[in-house]
């Protein structure tokens, strides 16, 4: 028979048994392909004779967002029976894959594949009948979704959590990568950290780490640079369609203080400049630190130019990394390079509010990168009242007593 597909469908969910996975949501890609015969919208040439594969990825969107599952081998049953039963499809083939789940592999998940007749007689498990009959029962939550309204899942053990806040809403411009930019890689090697003193050497002045940032991000502000440059670089939808020009994007309604850490020594000026304008073209108003110069770390290269960006991003962590990499490609940074290397754009999120994050593959939340003083002296020009959620003291306690205090790496003239 013949078959629609849908291919590279990504979607964030609540997905995962390990306790970082209960407290952020994570990208997730479906491939379906579903049997149904296309001779009768082929002959009439009418969207209603067809298998309306936007509206079969419009109800897995609203269905897979609402979800929280433990394993991706229970969401792909739940989504294949949702398939069966709500569409006129007989057979469907479908892989459900968790990109950066494994270090080293681009993605990893499970393919099943389904039919309507093994259903009905009885030879598959109906997971999303399961979920109609006790909506009728009134035995589970009701959400609405879409129109309609959907059972949430029920509790499924000591490692689950109630369902995250809303999805994260899509933002424009850029085309979608392919599947081999969801890798979580780290996105610049260090040599070995030096040791910074711990929370008991330092006066500390708060016992807890500081409560995520919500405040809104202000309107985008105007960008000197080329339209087609800021077109390369300001955006990571996946799928959505850029927004004309002179329309500003949807506010986000929650966000979180990212700082960021911005160096390059390729055209260093030109380069921080440009990821400067990317950001506030996407995130409206952004905080800057002043600049500094500081040899090159590991190797022999040009002196970098380093900075802190403060935004307030409506992307989560992962999506937010994801984003970087594509600006930094976009100002050529080649990824094949040695990691102790030149370049002209280098972004690393050192803090994602105050979460602390080991996972998936080497993504890490704070990054240690602390321990060099063309980071921690620049955050703590921009925010010293900030509050290390791991080591539980300032940062402008941090960077007192940093070994560089007495010789601060040299500050630039450069207005970003």
């Given at each position: 028979m013949d078959k629609v597909f849908i291919e590279g469908l990504e979607i964030e969910a609540?997905?995962?048994?390990?306790?970082w996975e209960r407290r952020i949501r994570q990208p997730l890609v479906f491939d379906l392909e579903m049997a149904f015969d296309n001779r009768k919208p082929a002959a009439t040439d009418a969207i209603a004779d067809t298998l309306d594969y936007k509206a079969v990825s419009k109800?897995?969107?609203a269905y897979v967002a609402q979800s929280d599952f433990g394993l991706v081998e229970t969401l792909a049953e739940r989504c294949a029976a949702l398939v069966l039963d709500?569409?006129?499809?007989?057979?469907?083939?479908?892989?459900?894959s968790k990109p950066g789940a494994v270090r080293g592999a681009r993605a990893v998940g499970v393919i099943i594949e389904r039919s309507r007749e093994a259903r009905t007689m009885g030879m598959e498990r109906p997971a999303a009948n399961a979920d109609a009959?006790?909506?009728?029962?009134?035995?589970g939550p009701q959400l609405a979704v879409a129109g309609t309204t959907e059972v949430a899942p029920a509790a499924r053990g000591e490692h689950e959590a109630p369902p995250a806040a809303n999805e994260t809403p899509p933002v424009a411009t850029v085309?979608?990568?392919?599947?081999?930019?969801?890798e979580m890689e780290?996105?610049?090697?260090?040599?070995?950290?030096?040791?910074?003193?711990?929370?008991?050497?330092?006066?500390?002045?708060?016992?807890?780490?500081?409560?995520?940032?919500?405040a809104a991000p202000e309107a985008p502000a105007p960008v000197s640079r080329a339209d087609a440059m800021i077109a390369a670089i300001s955006g990571a939808a996946r799928g959505v369609a850029p927004a004309p020009a002179g329309i500003a994007k949807p506010r986000a309604t929650t966000t979180a203080a990212a700082y960021l850490s911005l160096g390059s020594n390729i055209a260093p000026e030109e380069n921080l400049r440009a990821a400067v304008a990317a950001l506030r073209a996407r995130f409206g108003e952004v905080?800057?630190?002043?600049?500094?110069?500081?040899?090159?770390?590991?190797?022999d290269g040009p002196d970098f130019l380093n900075a802190i960006a403060l935004v307030h991003s409506d992307l989560n962590p992962f999506a937010l990394h994801k984003w970087l990499h594509r600006l930094e490609e976009a100002q050529g940074r080649d990824r094949r390079d040695a990691a102790y290397s030149n370049r002209p754009l280098d972004i690393d999120i050192i803090?994602?509010?105050?979460?602390?994050?080991?996972?998936?593959?080497?993504?890490?939340?704070?990054?240690?990168e602390l321990n060099h003083a063309f980071v921690l002296k620049p955050l703590a020009d921009i925010a010293p009242a900030f509050v290390d959620p791991i080591r539980h003291a300032t940062l402008a306690q941090l960077w007192k007593i940093h070994p560089d205090y007495a010789q601060p790496p040299e500050q630039v003239a450069l207005a970003l």
């Open positions: 609540l997905i995962g048994i390990y306790d109800r897995l969107m709500e569409f006129d499809v007989v057979h469907l083939r479908l892989k459900l009959a006790a909506r009728q029962a009134g035995t085309p979608p990568a392919d599947a081999a930019t969801m780290t996105v610049k090697a260090e040599p070995p950290p030096s040791r910074l003193p711990q929370a008991s050497e330092v006066a500390v002045t708060a016992d807890a780490p500081t409560p995520p940032r919500t905080q800057v630190s002043p600049v500094y110069r500081t040899k090159a770390v590991g190797f803090y994602f509010g105050d979460l602390v994050l080991d996972g998936p593959g080497e993504f890490q939340l704070p990054r240690p």
